[in-house]
């Protein structure tokens, strides 16, 4: 007769070392394989592994319920034989299908080592089986029937007080793996982090090296070579040898200044000598081709062009 179902059965896996996933995508950037192969790689991490080899007691509804999944199955006698070799991945051992009040009341399935990858929905049963003598008699189950709806309650809160609820995690496992891959306490985490700062300390103590033990020196002997070059007779000659371009360039800019003031001033002078040229033409006669005063101005804008050439003509004439 059944007394209470069962929520399902929990598949409980171990869980992976820290730094798997960054090893995993370090290897895979090493190898310089694709990114699809790389995204197949997490998805298959992250994943049920149904093929892998998982443990289930012997002839147990989840060991049947894993062989109906088309699992690699491998029976235990009980489960408290099942939790250490779990979590010391003997033979490869993937996972362990588990029913979830018997997950929830056994605290060894409760270890941080340890998560739950899914609740699988299945109708199973706990219940008393009535067999041989006065157990059979339909009075007995009867009473045995009504004894139970009475104190429903008080099974159900006694499993309650006696087991934990086991849930799904809130993430998946990819994201949960994505999340480690800088773990502190992941090994190539702590690896990069000495390797960086044993690089940094290396290059730090060969600058030191080199500017105590080499520049140093170098400058120091540049600067004695300098002074001897001060004290000798080529200094002498080098700085002669400026004194004399500095005052050549000196003279040099001094005519080109020079030259570009004369050139502006003749440039000046000859547009006023074009200015007068021009107006000068514009006093010019028509008919005799002479400089005319004011009065021929007047003349030639009062009388017609007769009387202009015989203006012209006296004038000529005096």
């Known amino acids: 007769m059944p007394l209470i179902s069962s929520p ?4 409980i896996v171990v869980d992976d070392p820290p730094g798997t996933s960054a090893n995993a995508v370090f290897n ?3 190898s310089g394989w694709p990114v699809l192969l790389l995204t197949l790689l997490m998805a298959l991490l992250s994943g049920i592994i149904m093929w892998g080899l ?3 007691v012997a002839n147990s509804t989840e060991y049947r319920l894993g062989l109906n999944k088309n699992a690699h199955m491998q029976a235990f006698h009980d489960l408290q034989s099942i939790v250490e070799p ?3 991945r003997v033979d490869k051992l993937k996972g362990v299908l588990v029913d979830t009040y018997v ?3 056994m605290h060894d399935f409760s270890s941080e080592e340890l998560r739950v990858n899914k609740i699988i929905d299945h109708n199973s049963y706990y219940g008393v089986v009535f067999r041989g003598g006065k157990l059979e008699g339909q009075e007995f189950q009867t009473c045995f029937e009504d004894y139970v709806l009475t104190n429903q309650a008080v099974i159900f809160e006694t499993v309650k007080q006696k087991t934990q609820p086991m ?3 809130s993430q998946s496992a990819a994201v949960e793996r994505s999340s480690g891959l800088f773990d502190a306490k992941s090994p190539l985490y702590q690896n990069a982090i000495y390797s960086c700062i044993g690089m940094l300390l290396f290059f730090t103590a060969c600058g030191i090296i080199w500017d105590y033990g080499y520049m140093r020196h170098w400058k120091k002997k540049a600067e004695m070579d300098e002074l001897e070059l001060l004290g000798g007779p080529g200094y002498e000659m080098a700085k002669r040898n400026l004194d004399m371009m500095d005052s050549l360039m000196q003279e040099v800019q001094d005519f080109y200044e020079n030259w570009t003031k004369r050139l502006d001033d003749i440039t000046d002078k000859h547009e006023e000598e074009q ?3 021009a107006k000068q033409k514009s006093r010019t006669c028509t008919h005799c081709s002479l400089v005319k005063c004011a009065l021929y101005e007047l003349h030639e804008t009062t009388y017609p062009a007769q009387y202009h050439v015989l203006y012209c003509s006296n004038l000529n004439s005096r």
């Open 275 to 277: 200015k007068l040229q």
């Open 167 to 169: 849930s799904e995690p």
């Open 103 to 105: 997950a929830g009341e």
């Open 8 to 11: 399902g059965v929990a598949f």
């Open 86 to 88: 779990l979590k010391n």
């Open 28 to 30: 895979s950037v090493l």
């Open 54 to 56: 998982i443990a289930a």
